[in-house]
């Protein structure tokens, strides 16, 4: 089945604890993206990347990186989280045209 | 790409046919509009696509105006289940890539009984 798969699906932590949240496709799409989601602000992209080792910023990259070392895989990382960074986040990929999303990561930072 | 307007809301009644227009003035002849809904807080869901023509598939039709300055999707018997919030976005034609996107804030539809 064709998929984009997000981990964790929910996630609490703290102010500062560097964490990670992956997301791989099995459609073998060379874009993927990140977004976030928050009240009244609809979806953002954070970052994007063409191809493998092809990245770039999005509309609200600061306090994220991502990597694309292989192309099914396209982590997002939050080196020193804050609270302005609680939301809810969509990983998606394509080929060429339709957009497959992800299920979700709500992330809450206390 | 270019930049697209939608209603902030609408309503339908169950069973009618529900119309949101989508407007993207400074659309570029390569550019489609694709159309996707989100169900509470699911991941979008793509619905259709569209380049001049008129196009139809087993969840809606989409209408783009001869100058392409606006489309409109159309749900033909709307259910309960198709309250969601929907995006309309252009994207270029061809390659692999989206690239920079935004997708709005989108239309919410609310369908009553």
């Known amino acids: 089945e064709a998929q984009v798969t997000q981990n964790p699906r929910y996630l609490i932590t703290v102010t500062g604890k560097k964490l990670t949240v992956t997301c791989s496709q099995n459609?073998?799409?060379?874009?993927m993206s990140w977004y976030r989601q928050d009240p009244g602000l609809g979806l953002r992209q954070i970052y994007y990347?063409?191809?493998?080792?092809?990245?770039d910023k999005g509309d609200v990259p600061e306090g994220y990186k991502v990597s694309r070392k292989e192309k099914r895989n396209f982590p997002l990382i939050l080196e020193s989280p804050s609270p302005n960074q609680t939301s809810l986040y969509f990983c998606?990929?394509?080929?060429?045209?339709?957009?497959?999303f992800g299920e979700g990561s709500r992330l809450t930072v206390l | 790409d270019a930049k697209t307007t939608q209603p902030p809301s609408m309503d339908c009644a169950e069973g009618r046919a529900a119309n949101l227009p989508c407007n993207h003035s400074?659309?570029?002849?390569?550019?489609?509009v694709y159309w996707y809904r989100q169900i509470h807080s699911q991941g979008p869901q793509y619905i259709i696509h569209?380049?001049?023509n008129n196009e139809t598939n087993e969840m809606a039709s989409l209408i783009i105006t001869e100058d392409r300055k606006s489309s409109t999707l159309i749900l033909p018997h709307a259910t309960l289940r198709d309250t969601a919030v929907y995006y309309c976005?252009?994207?270029?034609?061809?390659?692999?890539?989206?690239?920079?996107?935004?997708f709005g804030q989108g239309t919410i539809l609310t369908v009553h009984p």
């Open positions: 400074t659309i570029s002849g390569n550019e489609y």
């Open positions: 998606a990929s394509s080929q060429t045209g339709e957009l497959f």
């Open positions: 459609m073998n799409h060379e874009y």
């Open positions: 976005i252009v994207k270029n034609a061809g390659g692999t890539s989206y690239g920079k996107l935004t």
């Open positions: 569209g380049l001049k």
């Open positions: 990347s063409m191809n493998v080792e092809v990245t």
